[in-house]
């Protein structure tokens, strides 16, 4: 007997495949909540006309799909995305498309928004002026209070940095990973 055993697909290709599977339920969870925030008014007019059972069970359906909905979408949406990053970077047999580089720069964004949020306040304060957080005593103008003001804003850059450095290590990780491949088949 001879073994013929079938050529596995390479990683890239299997992680190509999940990224198109989970974007496929982000557009599922899409196209199942996009009609029901549109048409709410006319499925609200409709809903309180039934009777008192089948109002609870449709109510509640139709507030589950309004609630898991779009978290679904974001959730399914995230990691197709990512999928499609990690397959950018592990082998794959066919050359990469200029989606791949979309992909990625959309990754890219999403990946340093929340330091760029986190870097909001401390600027918005030192243009203003004014810091505060939420309760009484949380407040710190730059005129009156300099050492809570700064202390503050610094509150925010450390955690801005932080956010950056986790971010980037992600990263750093995939572009090292990549780097040392292409060197090593180039060689």
């Known amino acids: 007997m001879t073994d013929t055993a079938l050529p596995t697909p390479l990683r890239g290709d299997l992680l190509l495949r ?87 720069s959309f990754a890219l964004l999403l990946s340093f928004l929340p330091t760029l949020a986190a870097l909001y306040p401390p600027v918005k304060a030192i243009l203003t002026g004014y810091i505060g957080f939420r309760g009484l005593g949380q407040q710190y103008p730059l005129a009156s209070d300099p050492y809570g003001f700064w202390q503050a804003v610094a509150f925010w850059f450390m955690g801005a940095a932080t956010l950056a450095f986790l971010a980037g290590l992600y990263w750093r990780g995939k572009w090292r990973a990549h780097r040392t491949a292409t060197t090593t088949a180039a060689a």
């Open 18 to 104: 999940k990224s198109r599977r989970w974007g496929l339920f982000a557009l599922l969870a899409l196209l199942l909540t996009l009609p029901c925030v549109l048409f709410m008014k006319p499925l609200w007019s409709f809903l309180i006309t039934l009777g008192s059972g089948s109002f609870m069970l449709m109510a509640g359906l139709w507030g589950l799909i309004l609630a898991a909905g779009p978290l679904a979408f974001l959730a399914c949406g995230l990691a197709a995305l990512f999928l499609r990053v990690e397959a950018r970077f592990a082998p794959r047999s066919r050359q990469q498309p200029f989606s791949d580089t979309l992909a990625i």
